[in-house]
Protein backbone atom coordinates (compact mmCIF):
# COMPACT_ATOMS: atom_id res chain seq x y z
CA UNK A 1 0.00 0.00 0.00
CA UNK A 2 1.18 4.00 -0.48
CA UNK A 3 -0.33 6.43 1.01
CA UNK A 4 0.07 10.13 0.35
CA UNK A 5 -2.30 11.59 2.97
CA UNK A 6 -0.65 13.16 5.45
CA UNK A 7 -1.08 11.02 8.93
CA UNK A 8 -1.95 13.85 11.38
CA UNK A 9 -4.77 13.65 13.24
CA UNK A 10 -6.76 10.36 14.60
CA UNK A 11 -9.32 8.79 12.21
CA UNK A 12 -13.11 8.71 13.61
CA UNK A 13 -13.34 4.79 12.19
CA UNK A 14 -10.03 2.75 11.07
CA UNK A 15 -10.17 -0.58 9.32
CA UNK A 16 -6.73 -2.21 9.63
CA UNK A 17 -5.60 -5.67 7.62
CA UNK A 18 -9.10 -6.44 7.02
CA UNK A 19 -9.41 -10.42 5.22
CA UNK A 20 -12.61 -11.66 4.04
CA UNK A 21 -12.61 -15.03 2.12
CA UNK A 22 -16.10 -17.04 0.43
CA UNK A 23 -15.83 -20.59 -0.93
CA UNK A 24 -13.39 -20.52 -3.03
CA UNK A 25 -13.05 -16.46 -3.63
CA UNK A 26 -10.66 -14.01 -1.35
CA UNK A 27 -12.70 -11.04 -1.15
CA UNK A 28 -10.36 -8.82 0.89
CA UNK A 29 -7.09 -9.16 1.95
CA UNK A 30 -5.30 -6.96 4.14
CA UNK A 31 -7.30 -3.97 3.27
CA UNK A 32 -6.65 -1.07 5.03
CA UNK A 33 -9.09 2.10 5.70
CA UNK A 34 -9.25 5.42 7.48
CA UNK A 35 -12.67 7.73 8.07
CA UNK A 36 -12.02 11.38 9.06
CA UNK A 37 -14.51 13.22 10.24
CA UNK A 38 -15.85 16.29 8.21
CA UNK A 39 -14.61 14.40 5.32
CA UNK A 40 -16.22 12.55 2.15
CA UNK A 41 -14.15 9.58 0.82
CA UNK A 42 -14.35 8.22 -1.97
CA UNK A 43 -14.32 4.57 -2.67
CA UNK A 44 -13.14 3.46 -6.22
CA UNK A 45 -12.89 0.08 -7.87
CA UNK A 46 -13.98 -2.03 -10.75
CA UNK A 47 -17.09 -4.54 -10.54
CA UNK A 48 -15.66 -7.59 -8.39
CA UNK A 49 -12.65 -5.05 -6.68
CA UNK A 50 -14.12 -5.59 -3.37
CA UNK A 51 -16.06 -2.27 -2.09
CA UNK A 52 -19.25 -3.75 -1.77
CA UNK A 53 -17.60 -6.69 0.48
CA UNK A 54 -15.58 -4.02 2.64
CA UNK A 55 -18.57 -2.28 3.51
CA UNK A 56 -20.55 -5.10 4.51
CA UNK A 57 -17.61 -5.91 6.78
CA UNK A 58 -17.84 -2.44 8.02
CA UNK A 59 -21.56 -2.77 8.72
CA UNK A 60 -21.29 -6.02 10.31
CA UNK A 61 -23.06 -8.07 7.98
CA UNK A 62 -20.06 -9.75 7.10
CA UNK A 63 -17.68 -11.06 9.84
CA UNK A 64 -13.83 -10.51 8.86
CA UNK A 65 -11.93 -13.41 8.95
CA UNK A 66 -9.24 -11.03 10.50
CA UNK A 67 -8.11 -7.74 10.96
CA UNK A 68 -8.94 -5.30 13.15
CA UNK A 69 -11.30 -2.25 13.75
CA UNK A 70 -10.46 1.18 15.65
CA UNK A 71 -13.11 4.17 16.74
CA UNK A 72 -10.79 7.44 17.92
CA UNK A 73 -7.55 5.12 18.47
CA UNK A 74 -9.61 2.66 20.69
CA UNK A 75 -9.98 -1.28 19.72
CA UNK A 76 -13.49 -2.06 18.68
CA UNK A 77 -15.63 -4.77 17.75
CA UNK A 78 -18.27 -4.97 14.79
CA UNK A 79 -19.89 -8.60 13.96
CA UNK A 80 -23.15 -7.40 13.50
CA UNK A 81 -25.42 -4.33 11.90
CA UNK A 82 -26.23 -3.95 15.75
CA UNK A 83 -22.66 -3.91 16.58
CA UNK A 84 -22.46 -0.78 13.60
CA UNK A 85 -25.23 1.08 14.67
CA UNK A 86 -24.29 1.40 18.27
CA UNK A 87 -21.12 2.97 16.94
CA UNK A 88 -22.98 5.38 14.70
CA UNK A 89 -22.30 3.36 11.62
CA UNK A 90 -24.97 3.65 8.92
CA UNK A 91 -25.37 1.75 5.44
CA UNK A 92 -27.37 3.19 2.24
CA UNK A 93 -27.29 0.35 -0.04
CA UNK A 94 -28.43 0.63 -3.62
CA UNK A 95 -31.54 -1.53 -2.51
CA UNK A 96 -33.39 0.46 0.06
CA UNK A 97 -34.21 -0.78 3.08
CA UNK A 98 -38.30 1.04 3.39
CA UNK A 99 -40.97 -0.39 3.99
CA UNK A 100 -43.59 0.64 0.69
CA UNK A 101 -46.97 0.25 2.87
CA UNK A 102 -45.97 2.46 5.94
CA UNK A 103 -45.25 6.02 6.09
CA UNK A 104 -42.09 8.28 6.03
CA UNK A 105 -42.30 8.52 9.61
CA UNK A 106 -42.89 4.93 10.65
CA UNK A 107 -40.08 3.95 8.15
CA UNK A 108 -37.33 6.31 10.21
CA UNK A 109 -38.43 5.24 13.32
CA UNK A 110 -39.40 1.78 12.79
CA UNK A 111 -38.86 -0.50 15.66
CA UNK A 112 -37.72 2.29 17.81
CA UNK A 113 -40.87 4.05 18.21
CA UNK A 114 -41.53 6.92 20.90
CA UNK A 115 -44.15 6.01 23.24
CA UNK A 116 -46.58 7.78 25.48
CA UNK A 117 -46.51 7.03 29.29
CA UNK A 118 -48.96 4.07 29.00
CA UNK A 119 -46.77 3.00 26.36
CA UNK A 120 -48.81 3.36 23.39
CA UNK A 121 -47.10 4.82 20.32
CA UNK A 122 -46.83 8.38 20.28
CA UNK A 123 -47.66 9.28 16.88
CA UNK A 124 -47.69 13.36 17.14
CA UNK A 125 -43.89 13.32 18.46
CA UNK A 126 -43.14 10.76 16.21
CA UNK A 127 -43.86 12.90 13.02
CA UNK A 128 -42.33 15.98 14.87
CA UNK A 129 -39.44 13.77 15.18
CA UNK A 130 -39.35 12.83 11.35
CA UNK A 131 -40.07 16.18 10.12
CA UNK A 132 -37.01 17.27 12.45
CA UNK A 133 -34.64 14.81 10.62
CA UNK A 134 -35.71 15.42 7.45
CA UNK A 135 -35.28 19.32 8.13
CA UNK A 136 -31.97 18.74 8.76
CA UNK A 137 -31.39 18.16 5.62
CA UNK A 138 -33.50 20.81 4.15
CA UNK A 139 -36.20 18.55 3.18
CA UNK A 140 -40.00 19.29 3.77
CA UNK A 141 -41.34 15.83 2.89
CA UNK A 142 -44.89 14.97 4.16
CA UNK A 143 -44.02 12.70 6.88
CA UNK A 144 -47.56 11.00 6.50
CA UNK A 145 -46.85 10.14 2.72
CA UNK A 146 -46.24 6.51 1.76
CA UNK A 147 -42.57 5.14 1.10
CA UNK A 148 -44.28 3.07 -2.28
CA UNK A 149 -45.46 6.87 -3.22
CA UNK A 150 -42.08 8.43 -3.31
CA UNK A 151 -39.90 8.42 -6.31
CA UNK A 152 -36.04 6.81 -5.82
CA UNK A 153 -34.66 9.96 -5.21
CA UNK A 154 -37.03 11.15 -2.36
CA UNK A 155 -37.01 8.11 -1.08
CA UNK A 156 -32.84 7.79 -0.68
CA UNK A 157 -33.21 11.22 1.15
CA UNK A 158 -35.27 9.22 3.65
CA UNK A 159 -32.57 6.59 3.93
CA UNK A 160 -30.55 9.02 5.36
CA UNK A 161 -32.95 11.22 7.14
CA UNK A 162 -33.31 7.39 8.93
CA UNK A 163 -29.51 7.34 9.31
CA UNK A 164 -29.39 10.43 11.09
CA UNK A 165 -32.15 9.74 13.70
CA UNK A 166 -29.83 7.12 14.62
CA UNK A 167 -27.18 9.52 15.35
CA UNK A 168 -24.62 8.10 12.54
CA UNK A 169 -21.30 9.44 12.74
CA UNK A 170 -20.24 7.40 9.71
CA UNK A 171 -22.51 6.96 6.74
CA UNK A 172 -22.29 4.89 3.61
CA UNK A 173 -23.58 5.58 0.19
CA UNK A 174 -23.02 2.72 -2.28
CA UNK A 175 -24.19 4.50 -5.65
CA UNK A 176 -26.28 6.85 -4.19
CA UNK A 177 -26.83 8.86 -7.98
CA UNK A 178 -27.53 5.26 -9.92
CA UNK A 179 -31.05 5.60 -10.48
CA UNK A 180 -31.89 9.14 -9.87
CA UNK A 181 -31.89 12.56 -12.39
CA UNK A 182 -29.16 14.97 -12.65
CA UNK A 183 -31.37 17.77 -10.50
CA UNK A 184 -32.16 14.91 -8.09
CA UNK A 185 -28.27 14.60 -7.83
CA UNK A 186 -27.61 17.93 -7.20
CA UNK A 187 -30.13 17.82 -4.11
CA UNK A 188 -28.06 14.90 -2.47
CA UNK A 189 -24.59 16.49 -3.04
CA UNK A 190 -26.35 19.62 -1.09
CA UNK A 191 -27.07 16.97 1.32
CA UNK A 192 -23.65 15.36 1.55
CA UNK A 193 -22.16 18.95 1.99
CA UNK A 194 -24.39 19.55 5.02
CA UNK A 195 -23.34 15.99 6.62
CA UNK A 196 -19.60 16.89 5.93
CA UNK A 197 -20.48 20.32 7.16
CA UNK A 198 -21.52 18.65 10.62
CA UNK A 199 -18.72 16.81 11.29
CA UNK A 200 -20.05 12.62 9.82
CA UNK A 201 -17.28 10.99 7.78
CA UNK A 202 -18.87 9.60 4.45
CA UNK A 203 -17.87 6.82 2.64
CA UNK A 204 -19.06 7.17 -1.08
CA UNK A 205 -19.02 4.61 -3.72
CA UNK A 206 -19.13 5.90 -7.16
CA UNK A 207 -18.35 5.43 -10.55
CA UNK A 208 -18.67 8.60 -12.14
CA UNK A 209 -15.63 10.53 -12.22
CA UNK A 210 -17.09 14.11 -12.04
CA UNK A 211 -18.62 13.28 -8.88
CA UNK A 212 -15.00 11.86 -7.26
CA UNK A 213 -13.45 15.62 -8.21
CA UNK A 214 -17.00 17.76 -7.22
CA UNK A 215 -17.65 15.52 -3.63
CA UNK A 216 -14.36 14.28 -2.49
CA UNK A 217 -11.79 14.53 -0.12
CA UNK A 218 -10.06 11.72 -0.12
CA UNK A 219 -10.08 8.73 -3.14
CA UNK A 220 -9.26 4.68 -1.71
CA UNK A 221 -9.02 2.64 -5.04
CA UNK A 222 -9.37 -1.53 -4.58
CA UNK A 223 -8.11 -3.56 -6.63
CA UNK A 224 -8.91 -7.51 -7.19
CA UNK A 225 -9.64 -7.35 -3.01
CA UNK A 226 -6.61 -5.55 -2.27
CA UNK A 227 -6.09 -1.61 -1.57
CA UNK A 228 -4.09 0.13 -4.21
CA UNK A 229 -3.27 3.50 -2.84
CA UNK A 230 -5.02 6.24 -0.76
CA UNK A 231 -4.90 9.61 -1.55
CA UNK A 232 -5.95 13.43 -1.33
CA UNK A 233 -8.79 13.95 -4.28
CA UNK A 234 -6.82 16.59 -5.31
CA UNK A 235 -3.60 14.98 -5.65
CA UNK A 236 -5.48 12.80 -8.51
CA UNK A 237 -6.63 13.19 -12.06
CA UNK A 238 -9.44 10.66 -13.68
CA UNK A 239 -6.61 9.03 -16.08
CA UNK A 240 -4.88 8.09 -12.67
CA UNK A 241 -7.15 7.12 -11.17
CA UNK A 242 -8.42 4.74 -13.79
CA UNK A 243 -4.96 3.25 -14.38
CA UNK A 244 -4.53 2.47 -10.59
CA UNK A 245 -8.34 0.47 -10.62
CA UNK A 246 -6.77 -1.75 -14.10
CA UNK A 247 -3.27 -1.36 -13.19
CA UNK A 248 -3.06 -5.31 -12.74
CA UNK A 249 -1.03 -7.02 -14.88
CA UNK A 250 -3.24 -8.50 -17.59
CA UNK A 251 -3.02 -12.26 -18.03
CA UNK A 252 -4.68 -13.22 -21.26
CA UNK A 253 -6.38 -16.74 -19.99
CA UNK A 254 -7.69 -17.20 -23.83
CA UNK A 255 -5.71 -16.85 -26.70
CA UNK A 256 -8.25 -15.77 -29.48
CA UNK A 257 -7.85 -16.68 -32.72
CA UNK A 258 -9.39 -14.41 -36.09
CA UNK A 259 -11.41 -15.98 -38.95
CA UNK A 260 -11.41 -13.08 -41.18
CA UNK A 261 -13.52 -10.45 -41.84
CA UNK A 262 -17.22 -10.62 -40.79
CA UNK A 263 -20.19 -11.64 -42.96
CA UNK A 264 -23.68 -10.40 -43.10
CA UNK A 265 -26.02 -8.42 -40.25
CA UNK A 266 -27.46 -10.92 -37.83
CA UNK A 267 -28.54 -7.72 -35.19
CA UNK A 268 -29.17 -4.16 -36.02
CA UNK A 269 -30.40 -1.88 -33.64
CA UNK A 270 -31.31 1.46 -33.94
CA UNK A 271 -32.07 4.20 -31.35
CA UNK A 272 -34.00 0.98 -28.63
CA UNK A 273 -35.54 3.14 -25.99
CA UNK A 274 -37.30 1.06 -23.62
CA UNK A 275 -39.06 1.50 -20.14
CA UNK A 276 -36.29 0.21 -18.41
CA UNK A 277 -33.88 3.24 -18.96
CA UNK A 278 -32.80 2.22 -22.66
CA UNK A 279 -31.74 5.75 -24.68
CA UNK A 280 -31.37 5.50 -28.42
CA UNK A 281 -28.80 2.27 -28.39
CA UNK A 282 -27.75 1.84 -31.61
CA UNK A 283 -25.50 -1.31 -32.18
CA UNK A 284 -24.73 -3.96 -34.93
CA UNK A 285 -23.43 -7.62 -34.74
CA UNK A 286 -22.18 -9.38 -37.98
CA UNK A 287 -22.27 -12.90 -38.36
CA UNK A 288 -18.41 -14.25 -37.52
CA UNK A 289 -17.65 -11.95 -35.09
CA UNK A 290 -17.90 -11.25 -31.04
CA UNK A 291 -19.07 -7.80 -30.19
CA UNK A 292 -18.81 -7.14 -26.68
CA UNK A 293 -21.42 -4.96 -24.65
CA UNK A 294 -19.48 -3.72 -21.73
CA UNK A 295 -20.20 -1.29 -18.63
CA UNK A 296 -20.60 -0.82 -15.31
CA UNK A 297 -23.29 -2.66 -13.48
CA UNK A 298 -26.71 -0.63 -13.59
CA UNK A 299 -25.21 0.84 -17.28
CA UNK A 300 -28.37 -1.03 -19.05
CA UNK A 301 -26.35 -3.66 -20.65
CA UNK A 302 -28.76 -6.63 -19.57
CA UNK A 303 -31.86 -4.24 -20.35
CA UNK A 304 -30.55 -3.82 -23.68
CA UNK A 305 -30.57 -7.51 -24.33
CA UNK A 306 -33.70 -8.44 -23.07
CA UNK A 307 -35.52 -5.83 -25.20
CA UNK A 308 -33.60 -7.60 -27.99
CA UNK A 309 -34.71 -11.18 -26.76
CA UNK A 310 -38.41 -9.58 -26.66
CA UNK A 311 -38.42 -10.13 -22.62
CA UNK A 312 -38.92 -6.16 -22.49
CA UNK A 313 -40.94 -4.04 -24.28
CA UNK A 314 -39.32 -1.53 -27.10
CA UNK A 315 -40.70 1.92 -26.49
CA UNK A 316 -39.53 3.48 -29.47
CA UNK A 317 -36.61 2.28 -32.53
CA UNK A 318 -36.47 -1.21 -33.85
CA UNK A 319 -34.53 -4.25 -33.88
CA UNK A 320 -33.37 -6.13 -37.00
CA UNK A 321 -32.19 -10.13 -36.80
CA UNK A 322 -31.34 -11.38 -39.98
CA UNK A 323 -33.13 -8.76 -41.61
CA UNK A 324 -36.51 -9.07 -39.92
CA UNK A 325 -37.87 -6.85 -37.69
CA UNK A 326 -38.70 -8.44 -33.97
CA UNK A 327 -42.08 -7.87 -33.32
CA UNK A 328 -42.76 -10.35 -30.41
CA UNK A 329 -42.03 -12.09 -27.14
CA UNK A 330 -38.99 -14.52 -26.93
CA UNK A 331 -40.69 -17.77 -28.23
CA UNK A 332 -40.39 -15.60 -31.64
CA UNK A 333 -37.34 -13.97 -31.63
CA UNK A 334 -35.66 -17.76 -30.65
CA UNK A 335 -37.68 -19.14 -33.77
CA UNK A 336 -35.91 -16.37 -35.62
CA UNK A 337 -32.88 -17.88 -34.74
CA UNK A 338 -31.70 -15.98 -31.17
CA UNK A 339 -30.67 -17.94 -28.36
CA UNK A 340 -29.68 -15.76 -24.88
CA UNK A 341 -27.57 -17.05 -22.72
CA UNK A 342 -28.99 -15.08 -19.33
CA UNK A 343 -27.20 -13.41 -16.71
CA UNK A 344 -28.52 -15.49 -13.86
CA UNK A 345 -28.48 -18.91 -15.35
CA UNK A 346 -30.26 -20.81 -12.69
CA UNK A 347 -33.52 -18.63 -12.60
CA UNK A 348 -33.74 -18.11 -16.37
CA UNK A 349 -31.73 -20.75 -18.18
CA UNK A 350 -32.40 -24.05 -16.63
CA UNK A 351 -35.10 -26.12 -15.28
CA UNK A 352 -32.56 -27.23 -12.54
CA UNK A 353 -35.12 -30.27 -11.16
CA UNK A 354 -35.60 -31.25 -14.50
CA UNK A 355 -32.56 -33.73 -16.53
CA UNK A 356 -29.78 -32.72 -18.84
CA UNK A 357 -31.51 -34.56 -21.41
CA UNK A 358 -34.92 -32.14 -21.29
CA UNK A 359 -32.86 -29.03 -20.67
CA UNK A 360 -31.07 -29.63 -23.76
CA UNK A 361 -34.13 -30.44 -25.69
CA UNK A 362 -36.52 -28.02 -24.52
CA UNK A 363 -36.16 -25.49 -27.16
CA UNK A 364 -35.87 -27.70 -29.94
CA UNK A 365 -38.32 -30.01 -29.74
CA UNK A 366 -40.53 -27.89 -32.68
CA UNK A 367 -37.21 -28.56 -34.98
CA UNK A 368 -37.11 -32.27 -34.07
CA UNK A 369 -40.58 -33.03 -34.46
CA UNK A 370 -42.33 -31.04 -36.84
CA UNK A 371 -45.26 -33.22 -36.84
CA UNK A 372 -45.88 -33.42 -33.15
CA UNK A 373 -44.87 -37.00 -32.56
CA UNK A 374 -42.19 -37.48 -30.53
CA UNK A 375 -39.88 -40.18 -31.13
CA UNK A 376 -37.52 -41.56 -27.79
CA UNK A 377 -34.54 -42.72 -29.99
CA UNK A 378 -34.47 -39.61 -31.53
CA UNK A 379 -34.68 -37.55 -29.18
CA UNK A 380 -31.57 -39.91 -27.08
CA UNK A 381 -29.38 -39.54 -30.45
CA UNK A 382 -29.99 -35.56 -30.22
CA UNK A 383 -28.89 -35.46 -26.64
CA UNK A 384 -26.35 -37.95 -26.94
CA UNK A 385 -24.83 -35.86 -29.85
CA UNK A 386 -24.97 -32.20 -27.56
CA UNK A 387 -23.74 -33.72 -24.75
CA UNK A 388 -20.19 -35.03 -26.55
CA UNK A 389 -19.88 -31.73 -28.79
CA UNK A 390 -20.07 -30.25 -25.82
CA UNK A 391 -18.55 -32.28 -23.15
CA UNK A 392 -20.50 -31.90 -20.69
CA UNK A 393 -19.96 -33.87 -17.85
CA UNK A 394 -20.95 -36.51 -16.07
CA UNK A 395 -22.32 -37.34 -19.51
CA UNK A 396 -25.29 -39.22 -18.43
CA UNK A 397 -28.41 -37.71 -19.73
CA UNK A 398 -30.28 -39.00 -16.79
CA UNK A 399 -28.33 -36.72 -14.34
CA UNK A 400 -30.38 -33.66 -13.17
CA UNK A 401 -29.35 -30.51 -14.25
CA UNK A 402 -28.92 -29.08 -10.57
CA UNK A 403 -25.91 -31.12 -9.99
CA UNK A 404 -23.99 -30.38 -12.31
CA UNK A 405 -21.19 -27.96 -11.72
CA UNK A 406 -21.71 -24.21 -13.20
CA UNK A 407 -19.28 -24.94 -16.36
CA UNK A 408 -21.72 -27.72 -17.23
CA UNK A 409 -24.86 -25.77 -17.11
CA UNK A 410 -23.71 -23.39 -18.47
CA UNK A 411 -22.80 -25.83 -21.47
CA UNK A 412 -26.57 -27.33 -21.15
CA UNK A 413 -28.02 -23.78 -21.80
CA UNK A 414 -25.62 -23.33 -24.86
CA UNK A 415 -26.31 -26.87 -25.90
CA UNK A 416 -30.46 -26.07 -25.76
CA UNK A 417 -29.84 -23.16 -28.51
CA UNK A 418 -27.59 -25.09 -30.44
CA UNK A 419 -30.28 -27.82 -31.16
CA UNK A 420 -32.48 -25.09 -31.76
CA UNK A 421 -30.66 -23.98 -34.77
CA UNK A 422 -29.89 -20.36 -33.68
CA UNK A 423 -27.34 -18.51 -35.22
CA UNK A 424 -27.12 -14.83 -33.41
CA UNK A 425 -26.12 -16.01 -29.34
CA UNK A 426 -26.08 -13.35 -27.01
CA UNK A 427 -24.06 -13.89 -23.69
CA UNK A 428 -24.68 -12.03 -20.77
CA UNK A 429 -21.72 -12.72 -17.97
CA UNK A 430 -21.21 -16.28 -19.31
CA UNK A 431 -18.62 -17.08 -17.06
CA UNK A 432 -19.45 -15.39 -13.90
CA UNK A 433 -19.44 -18.50 -10.98
CA UNK A 434 -17.38 -20.69 -12.82
CA UNK A 435 -13.74 -21.85 -12.90
CA UNK A 436 -10.92 -20.85 -14.77
CA UNK A 437 -10.68 -24.02 -16.52
CA UNK A 438 -14.44 -23.80 -17.29
CA UNK A 439 -13.99 -20.44 -18.81
CA UNK A 440 -11.69 -21.25 -21.57
CA UNK A 441 -14.06 -24.24 -22.55
CA UNK A 442 -16.91 -21.65 -22.44
CA UNK A 443 -14.46 -19.47 -25.03
CA UNK A 444 -13.59 -21.93 -27.21
CA UNK A 445 -17.17 -22.83 -27.72
CA UNK A 446 -18.15 -19.41 -28.17
CA UNK A 447 -15.09 -19.24 -30.77
CA UNK A 448 -16.63 -22.20 -32.67
CA UNK A 449 -20.05 -20.60 -32.98
CA UNK A 450 -18.27 -17.72 -34.85
CA UNK A 451 -15.70 -20.22 -36.63
CA UNK A 452 -19.29 -21.95 -38.05
CA UNK A 453 -20.96 -18.59 -38.84
CA UNK A 454 -22.76 -17.37 -36.13
CA UNK A 455 -23.10 -14.22 -34.63
CA UNK A 456 -22.37 -13.54 -30.76
CA UNK A 457 -23.16 -10.34 -28.65
CA UNK A 458 -21.09 -10.76 -24.99
CA UNK A 459 -21.79 -8.76 -22.18
CA UNK A 460 -18.49 -9.39 -19.67
CA UNK A 461 -18.28 -7.13 -16.18
CA UNK A 462 -14.59 -8.99 -16.88
CA UNK A 463 -12.94 -6.11 -18.52
CA UNK A 464 -10.05 -8.70 -19.52
CA UNK A 465 -12.79 -10.57 -21.02
CA UNK A 466 -13.90 -7.66 -23.09
CA UNK A 467 -10.35 -6.95 -23.88
CA UNK A 468 -8.97 -10.49 -25.36
CA UNK A 469 -12.46 -12.72 -26.44
CA UNK A 470 -13.77 -9.52 -28.87
CA UNK A 471 -13.15 -8.14 -31.91
CA UNK A 472 -15.08 -4.65 -31.13
CA UNK A 473 -17.15 -3.71 -28.32
CA UNK A 474 -19.58 -0.75 -27.38
CA UNK A 475 -19.44 0.61 -24.02
CA UNK A 476 -22.68 1.44 -22.18
CA UNK A 477 -22.76 4.47 -19.47
CA UNK A 478 -26.26 5.42 -17.84
CA UNK A 479 -28.81 3.52 -20.65
CA UNK A 480 -26.65 4.97 -23.17
CA UNK A 481 -23.63 3.75 -25.93
CA UNK A 482 -21.03 5.70 -24.75
CA UNK A 483 -18.76 4.96 -27.51
CA UNK A 484 -17.95 1.69 -29.52
CA UNK A 485 -14.09 0.46 -29.73
CA UNK A 486 -12.57 -1.38 -32.12
CA UNK A 487 -10.14 -3.91 -32.00
CA UNK A 488 -6.88 -1.99 -31.87
CA UNK A 489 -8.59 0.01 -29.50
CA UNK A 490 -9.85 -2.19 -27.30
CA UNK A 491 -7.76 -1.52 -23.80
CA UNK A 492 -9.06 -1.79 -19.91
CA UNK A 493 -8.59 1.70 -19.47
CA UNK A 494 -10.82 2.90 -22.72
CA UNK A 495 -13.28 1.10 -21.17
CA UNK A 496 -13.17 2.39 -17.91
CA UNK A 497 -13.15 6.24 -19.84
CA UNK A 498 -16.17 5.52 -21.60
CA UNK A 499 -17.65 4.04 -19.10
CA UNK A 500 -17.36 5.89 -16.47
CA UNK A 501 -17.57 9.93 -17.82
CA UNK A 502 -18.25 9.19 -21.48
CA UNK A 503 -15.25 10.41 -23.09
Known sequence: METTIPTDGVPLLELRKICKSFPGVRALT??????????????????????????????????ADSGEFFSNGQPITIESPADAKRLGIAVIFQEFSLVPHLTIAQNIYLGREPRNRFGLIDHRKMHLDARAALEELGLAYDTHAYAADLGVAQQQMVEIAKALSHHARVVVMDEPTAAISDREAEALFSVVRKLRESGVAIVYISHRMKEV???????????????????????????????????????????????????????????????????????????????GLSGLVGAGRTEVVRAVFGADPIQTGQVTVFGEAVTGGPHKVAAMGVGLIPENRKQEGLALKRSVHENLLTSSLWKLFPR???????????????????????????????????????KIVIGKWLSAGCRLFIFDEPTRGIDIGAKTEIFNLIENLIK????????????????????????????????????????????????????
Open 372 to 410: GWYQAEKARSATKALIDSLRIAPGDPNKCARVLSGGNQQ
Open 213 to 291: FDLGDRVTVLRDGRLVQSMLATAATPDELIALMVGRAVGTVYKRQYFGEPGKVALDVRQLTTTTGVRGVDLQVRCGEIV
Open 30 to 63: DVDLQLYAGEVHMLLGENGAGKSSLMKVLFGAYR
Open 452 to 503: DGAAVLLISSELTEIVHVCDRAYVMREGVVSGELPRENLSEQNILRLAMHGS
